[in-house]
């Protein structure tokens, strides 16, 4: 079963409009952290924001926002205002505890094009 | 200052052959990890090192062999390259292995097989 779902391979944004990257997940450990991830055309990993399990408010960097909604067990990724530079592949993990091995699982990515 | 360095950045080579690559983290971490990112861009831990010890091996084939001279540096061997080895590896890092810290990725290796 997969455990981090991305289901949007693609999405298109106009520049400056908000646009939201969804991500589902599906683990048993009550302690586990949720990532995304960015990945521009030249191709390095770069972490945009975090969301610990335990965490009462949602996590905010700048114009990244993470909607977490523990009991549907989402992490949509929301940019606010697009910018040109803001298309890349977007990547959701989650990071289980003890429990899940400590490993980091990544989703499939979804591809955002921002249209001036 | 680049925080976690791999090298090469290109690497082709026959099929066959033995290659390795380097990794290198300035970051003072505990934990580090090999992921390897296939040509759909699928992104799948194989290795991971705690304070030089082994605690994450994923189903990789034993072709691959990391080693971890120190905490700062986690290089990955590959014997007998296959066509399927082709992808881009990515080294990462993270503070250790209990918090929920982000890991900090190199550039990527991009490994090509002829």
């Known amino acids: 079963a997969q455990k981090i779902t991305q289901t949007q391979p693609g999405m298109f944004v106009q520049e400056k409009e908000a646009v939201t990257l969804d991500c589902t997940y599906d683990?048993?450990?009550?302690?586990?952290?949720l990532f995304w991830y960015k990945q521009p055309s030249s191709g390095e990993m770069i972490f945009l924001i975090y969301?610990?399990?335990?965490?009462?408010q949602n996590a905010t960097e700048g114009r990244y926002s993470l909607n977490f909604q523990k009991a549907r067990k989402s992490a949509n990724l929301v940019i606010s205002a697009s910018q040109l530079g803001d298309s890349a592949m977007y990547f959701c993990?989650?990071?289980?505890?003890?429990?899940?091995?400590?490993?980091?699982?990544f989703g499939a990515g979804t591809r955002l094009f921002v249209k001036a | 200052d680049t925080a976690v360095s791999q090298t090469p950045k290109y690497l082709v080579t026959q099929m066959g052959n033995d290659k390795s690559i380097k990794c290198e983290q300035n970051l003072g971490h505990d934990t580090m990890y090999w992921y390897k990112q296939d040509s759909k861009k699928f992104l799948k831990i194989m290795f991971s090192y705690n304070n030089k010890e082994l605690i994450i091996n994923e189903t990789v084939p034993n072709r691959f062999s990391p080693k971890s001279p120190d905490k700062a540096h986690l290089n990955l061997h590959i014997n007998s390259l296959e066509l399927g080895d082709s992808a881009v590896y990515f080294c990462?890092?993270?503070?250790?292995?209990?918090?929920?810290?982000?890991?900090?990725f190199g550039d990527g290796t991009r490994l090509s097989i002829l």
């Open positions: 990462a890092s993270s503070q250790d292995i209990i918090r929920n810290q982000p890991q900090h």
């Open positions: 993990a989650m990071r289980e505890g003890q429990g899940g091995g400590f490993k980091t699982i």
């Open positions: 683990t048993s450990d009550p302690s586990y952290g």
């Open positions: 969301q610990g399990s335990y965490d009462q």
